[in-house]
């Protein structure tokens, strides 16, 4: 087997049958053959996880924190996602040894800069922070997070907000980028405290909408942010809208005949 897996050629089916590799030795070498291999082959991803295991099993945190580390040296221009997988690694190694400080250290940082959590970044923090000095630590993170200006930043603040419960935050953030689909998104936890609020968002959106499409789905799209309009309590702006885009678009008259329907 070993043989047959040695003939595999293309960098990424090699890193997956080193990893077939080492199931094998693990099962029919000595210990010592098995730690050859996986030194021989510790910048294979599945390896290295491989061997944090065993140390972190062996209580060796030393090793296991050499590991990481070097995991995310080794990872850092090439395979960024990686990185991310050796910090989580390096936050169990901390809750392992309740190092406060460091789990405090590396939850934040994946919260902060992660796209596949594997922990609850947030609940960690919460816990390991305590109540006196929450949101204070919480302000900073905020800071942080706007200070970043990436693309997926919007989406951290929203689940801030909504796990703080601070809806005026949660309909200030809505108010940046309004959007049809945004609007719905935030609804579930904005209806409540702001459904005018809502509504005037709703409306506006679909004023826009209606510029910039044409045809039966998306008329029957525009009746169905319609239909949310009225349940949120605002069925006098629902005949606003209705009465304006009839003048407006007399000619369309597929929107006239769903436009009825609401």
Same mark, same amino acid.
């Given at each position: ?88 690694? !390096? ?18 940082? !994946? ?26 630590? !919480? ?15 919007? @989406? ?16 200030? !953030? ?5 959007? =049809? ?16 609020? =809502? ?11 209606? @510029? ?46 769903? =436009?009825?329907?609401?």
């Amino acid at each position: 087997i070993i043989s047959c897996l040695n003939t595999i050629d293309g960098k990424y089916e090699r890193n997956i049958a080193r990893a077939f590799q080492l199931e094998v030795i693990s099962k029919f070498k000595d210990a010592e053959e098995v730690r050859k291999f996986m030194n021989d082959h510790i910048g294979n991803f599945s390896i290295r996880k491989a061997a944090i295991k065993k140390a972190m099993a062996d209580e060796n945190f030393e090793e296991a924190i050499k590991l990481c580390k070097a995991g995310i040296k080794y990872d850092k221009k090439e395979r960024p996602g990686f990185v991310k997988t050796w910090y989580d690694w !390096l936050l169990k190694i901390a809750q392992a040894q309740n190092d406060r400080e460091k789990i405090i250290e590396y939850a934040r940082f !994946l919260f902060i800069d992660n796209f596949s959590a594997e922990q609850d970044y947030y609940q960690i923090l919460k816990q390991e922070v305590g109540q006196n000095a929450w949101n204070d630590f !919480l302000e900073d993170m905020i800071k942080d997070i706007n200070a970043k200006g990436n693309w997926g930043d919007k @989406d951290l603040l929203r689940q801030i907000y909504i796990r703080e419960k601070w809806w005026d935050r949660l309909l200030s !953030l809505l108010k940046e980028s309004p959007s =049809l689909l945004n609007i719905e998104i935030y609804e579930e936890y904005l209806a409540k405290t702001y459904p005018q609020e =809502l509504v005037e968002l709703y409306a506006a959106c679909l004023v826009n909408y209606l @510029d910039w499409n044409t045809g039966r789905k998306h008329y029957q799209t525009v009746c169905r942010y319609l239909r949310r309009m009225k349940k949120l309590g605002g069925t006098e702006k629902v005949n606003e809208l209705i009465e304006y885009f009839k003048e407006t678009y007399p000619k369309r008259r597929a929107l006239m005949e769903e =436009l009825d329907g609401v």
